[in-house]
């Protein structure tokens, strides 16, 4: 009952945001059916939160708990976010998850073949499903939290996140939000003024520090002025960025803002650049649509924001190859991105070299793994390399699926890939005209690359020990 208490608890903060789009639907698109979509399954839930709102705070979860909480909120607050898609007769139920799902993982990947045809209350719940799952329902959750510290800092464990710049959990994410919420307007203002309309500018800029990638209109970021395409390139910069580097920039400390993943991230979009953009000349494509074709898209993919502003099926499968490793390096750690996460990928690659270096030196040496002025314990070195297995294992599993109903190795890993980093990229392949399997398999690899497959892998122990 412990952990069902938390997982209703988080699911009412969802239920603002809910209402609000109800409101919306009455007043923009004037529809009372797309407003009683959004009200019936706010007000189911908060009936089932009065239920347990009189019940004791517990004061404690262990991390077997907080994960499960993590894994059943996440999966939960899809279910609820899939009911008005369905109540107001856009989406069949699976499509509904699948769009939920992919909302609030800040995916991107989508159901609708024609969003441009969809009423302003839906687009706008799906922007608002993202905006609300980059920080994190959880971060959230516990930015309004102030009693139980134990359960925040288990919670704040569970969901990947690990650093803080106030002396609370707490302190650090209102921290987070309200940054969130300033580079989100600060967007949508700039995406406007170069040409954008101003509900497109505000979803778009949504979605953008989110990573998510849920665009209004069939063809994406192709639909705007060039330079809402460039501008969008240090959106998803920024959404791919750890909050930890953002706060520190914002306090004027502009050196520490450079750590090692922004570090990392500027390397490694630069060599995919490098390696990209001469591809793309050969094949015609003039000079400054194949620079900017690349850098887009690259960024796109590390960030896991999904945007494109190009037919990706067209590329060659030396291109999606690069985009493929992008999506699954992804960004920083307390970022909205999801994948790996770039210090893991630095900890791999210099670990080749630290493995090269002990080889060599007498075996008295003692030789630190050490990165900057960070020295990592072989644990921790030890966790990065079987969650690096984990998670390809999981990405060469789905993608078995995929290849099993006829699609190529190169489609099929790009794909769920995509998936499984949060991404949102497409080759086509995902659709309402999807097999089922193929439906089921996204929305698995969306769900445990969102919470970094351990909360997942607990909660499906338990519940087979039962």
């Not at 700039?190 to 990638?213: E, H, K, Q, R, V």
């Amino acid at each position: 009952m412990k952990v069902w208490y938390f997982v209703l608890k988080l699911l009412t903060y969802i239920t603002p945001f809910m209402i609000f789009d109800a409101v919306y639907a009455l007043i923009v698109d004037r529809s009372v059916i797309i407003a009683l979509s959004f009200l019936f399954p706010a007000i189911w839930v908060l009936f089932l939160w009065t239920t347990v709102m009189n019940r004791k705070v517990p004061e404690k979860l262990s991390l077997r708990e907080s994960f499960r909480v993590a894994a059943l909120g996440w999966l939960m607050m899809s279910f609820v976010g899939a009911v008005p898609y369905f109540l107001s007769g856009y989406l069949s139920p699976l499509h509904a998850w699948f769009e939920s799902m992919s909302g609030f993982t800040a995916t991107g990947l989508t159901m609708f073949p024609d969003v441009e045809s969809l009423p302003r209350s839906i687009l706008l719940w799906r922007s608002l499903t993202e905006w609300i799952g980059g920080v994190g329902v959880i971060a959230l959750f516990l930015s309004v939290m102030y009693r139980t510290s134990k359960v925040v800092q288990s919670l704040y464990f569970a969901e990947g996140r690990s650093d803080k710049t106030e002396p609370t959990i707490v302190g650090t994410v209102r921290k987070i939000w309200l940054i969130y919420l300033f580079y989100t307007l600060l967007f949508a203002f700039i995406f406007y003024m170069l040409g954008a309309p101003l509900f497109d500018s505000f979803n778009i800029a949504m979605t953008a520090l989110a990573t998510g990638g849920f665009a209004v209109t069939n063809n994406s970021i192709a639909a705007y002025p060039v330079g809402v395409a460039i501008a969008m390139i240090f959106a998803m910069s920024i959404g791919a960025i750890s909050f930890v580097s953002h706060i520190n920039l914002f306090k004027g400390r502009v050196r520490d803002f450079f750590s090692i993943e922004v570090k990392a991230m500027l390397v490694i979009v630069a060599f995919f650049f490098a390696l990209m953009v001469p591809k793309l000349v050969m094949s015609g494509m003039p000079l400054s649509t194949a620079s900017l074709d690349s850098m887009f898209h690259i960024v796109s993919a590390l960030s896991g924001t999904g945007f494109s502003i190009s037919d990706l099926s067209h590329m060659s499968d030396y291109s999606k190859f690069i985009l493929t490793v992008a999506m699954i390096f992804g960004g920083a750690y307390g970022s909205t991105a999801s994948a790996l996460k770039l210090i893991r990928v630095v900890v791999l690659f210099y670990g080749i070299f630290w493995y090269v270096r002990v080889r060599l030196a007498p075996r008295s040496a003692v030789i630190p793994f050490k990165i900057g002025k960070k020295v990592f314990e072989p644990a921790e070195v030890r966790d990065v390399s079987i969650y690096t297995t984990t998670y390809l294992v999981v990405l060469l599993a789905g993608a078995m699926v995929f290849m099993a109903y006829g699609n190529s190795f190169a489609n099929s890993i790009f794909e769920v890939a995509s998936a499984e980093g949060n991404v949102g990229l497409s080759v086509g392949i995902t659709g309402p005209h999807m097999p089922v399997i193929e439906e089921l398999v996204l929305i698995i690899e969306m769900w445990v690359g969102r919470l970094e497959i351990f909360p997942v892998i607990v909660m499906v122990a338990d519940l087979l020990k039962r």
